[in-house]
């Protein structure tokens, strides 16, 4: 994760630089302004990354010398039967559609969104997963 912290905070660097000689030169305000929050987004994975690099251990990544068969075995735990990602995504892209349609569309999406939020925080606080 070291190497990945180090990309993007090269790549922020970049942006940065890009997103001042465009600003200067264009005059435009959308484009800067993307630009800039592009360099926001860069430093804020950047850091992400960083700082998890210190907490966990080094990852075959890290290592010059490692082969691609050395990051293989478990990465962390997923949901593998969860319905609450298709539920947010059904609601975020009625919402982002309610922007360019209508905002009527928000009181579709809302409830969606909410249901999928609340179904995904609480899914292992149900059934024989409860803690009494």
Excluded at 17 to 29: L, N
Aim: charged residues 15%; negative net charge; hydrophobic residues 55%.
């Amino acid at each position: 994760m070291k190497i990945q912290g180090r990309m993007f905070m090269w790549l922020s660097f970049f942006v940065l630089v890009m997103a001042i000689v465009y600003g200067v030169w264009s005059k435009e305000a959308a484009g800067t302004t993307a630009l800039f929050m592009a360099f926001g987004l860069c430093i804020m994975i950047g850091f992400y990354l960083g700082f998890t690099a210190r907490r966990v251990d080094a990852g075959a990544q890290d290592h010059k010398d490692a082969d691609v068969a050395d990051d293989a075995g478990e990465l962390g735990f997923f949901s593998p039967h969860s319905w609450q990602p298709l539920s947010l995504g059904i609601g975020g892209a009625i919402a982002f559609l309610g922007v360019a349609i209508g905002w009527w569309l928000l009181y579709f999406a809302a409830p969606l969104i909410l249901i999928g939020l609340w179904g995904w925080v609480f899914e292992y606080y149900r059934g024989e997963n409860r803690t009494q």
